[in-house]
C-alpha cells in the first residue's frame, strides 16, 4: 500500500483521483447493516401494518436512488455508471432487527463500495423514519463491507463474515 495519500494534491488540497488511465473492468460490492427495534415494531414492518405504509418497499427504493446519488453526498468519489442496484431485507426475529443488504453492480474504472455502503445506510435511515412513531428507541448500524470484487486489487471477501 502506498504512502501517499490518494485524495491529496503535493500542496495538501483535496483532489479527485485521476482514473482514467484505469483499466475497465467488471465491479461488485456488497455491504450490510442494521435496524435494531422492539419486537413489536419489527412485527409492524413484517406484516405490513406501519402507519406510513410499507416499509421494507420504500426502503429498498430509498436505498436503490442512494447508490445512484451516491457521488453527489460523498465527496470526491467519481460518478459511475451502475449496471444494477439491489437492496434486500432479513427479519432476524430472534435479535429483533431488520438486516440490510446492497449489492451494486458496475464495468469501469473505480469500485462501486461506497455505493453499496450508502445504500444500506439510506435504507436504514428510511426503515428508522417510517417507524419512529412506534419506536423511537431503535438503532442504526454498524454497516460493513462483506465483499469486493474487480479492479486491480481483485476480489476481497471479510475473513470472519459476521452480522453488524
Not at 33 to 43: D, E, I, K
Not at 61 to 79: N, Q, S
Not at 114 to 138: G, P
Request: glycine share 8%; charged share 25%.
Amino acid at each position: 500500500m502506498s504512502d501517499q495519500l490518494t485524495h491529496l494534491d503535493s500542496s495538501g488540497h483535496a483532489i479527485m483521483v485521476e482514473v482514467g488511465e484505469k483499466r475497465i473492468t467488471s465491479r461488485m460490492a456488497v455491504a450490510e447493516g442494521q435496524v435494531c427495534m422492539t419486537p413489536s415494531t419489527l412485527a409492524a414492518i413484517r406484516d405490513g401494518s406501519v402507519p406510513k405504509g410499507d416499509v421494507l418497499a420504500a426502503a429498498r427504493i430509498a436505498g436503490i436512488l442512494a447508490a445512484k446519488k451516491t457521488p453527489e453526498l460523498i465527496p470526491l468519489c467519481h460518478t459511475l455508471l451502475l449496471t444494477s442496484v439491489a437492496v434486500d431485507f432479513e427479519i432476524d426475529e430472534g435479535e429483533s432487527r431488520v438486516v440490510i443488504r446492497a449489492t451494486v453492480r458496475c464495468n469501469g474504472q473505480t469500485g462501486v463500495e461506497m455505493e453499496a455502503l450508502t445504500a444500506v445506510s439510506v435504507a436504514a435511515l428510511t426503515i428508522y423514519d417510517m417507524a419512529k412513531a412506534l419506536d423511537k428507541s431503535m438503532s442504526i448500524g454498524p454497516f460493513i463491507l462483506l465483499e469486493k470484487l474487480g479492479g486491480k486489487s481483485g476480489e476481497w471477501k471479510r475473513e470472519q463474515p459476521q452480522s453488524p
